[in-house]
């Protein structure tokens, strides 16, 4: 296929997004000028600690997190976009959101998982444009853990964005 991207070795991506989930750093997608995250009707959440960010956002753009006192949210206008994209680049990029710095959509392709509403359509070409490489074996078995993490939480975690950040985070030791 064409049209595929590669999504690097599959071991050192994974180290490198729970690294990025830990808050270590911030996630290093290709993303190449795609924004389809910004334009898939996404709430973003933002925790009141991000004074920065929230410096930078019109105050009337957002609203308290459902059961989250400690985060807001961001919207999206009418068409669902971010109303921070802003000819198709991020207004505030500097400034954005942890939720924006650490987001990576090729969680969805690493644990198997697709998003089926049709306003994240443009997520779900991306994600299934991605390729991991698998030069070893530890590649392979850590793809199969993540999958089968992914599986194991389908009927307790309903969005399938969670489930496929909660299967690429490490799996909680005793």
Do not use: N
Request: net charge negative.
């Amino acid at each position: 296929m064409s049209d595929e991207l590669d999504a690097g070795d599959f071991s050192p991506w994974l180290t490198s997004m729970r690294e990025a989930l830990r808050g270590e750093h911030d996630s290093d997608v290709p993303c190449d000028g795609c924004t389809a995250c910004c334009r898939s009707s996404q709430f973003v959440h933002i925790e009141r600690t991000e004074t920065d960010t929230l410096a930078h956002i019109p105050k009337q753009l957002l609203f308290p997190a459902p059961q989250q006192p400690d985060e807001v949210v961001m919207g999206y206008d009418e068409r669902g976009h971010c109303p921070m994209l802003v000819d198709d680049r991020c207004s505030i990029y500097e400034h954005r959101p942890q939720a924006c710095r650490t987001y990576d959509c090729r969680v969805l392709s690493a644990a198997g998982l697709t998003l089926e509403d049709e306003d994240k359509r443009a997520i779900a070409e991306r994600v299934a444009r991605w390729r991991f490489s698998y030069p070893t074996d530890a590649d392979v078995r850590a793809q199969q853990e993540v999958r089968a993490r992914a599986a194991t939480l389908a009927d307790r975690v309903p969005s399938v964005m969670a489930r496929a950040v909660l299967a690429v985070r490490p799996a909680p030791t005793a």
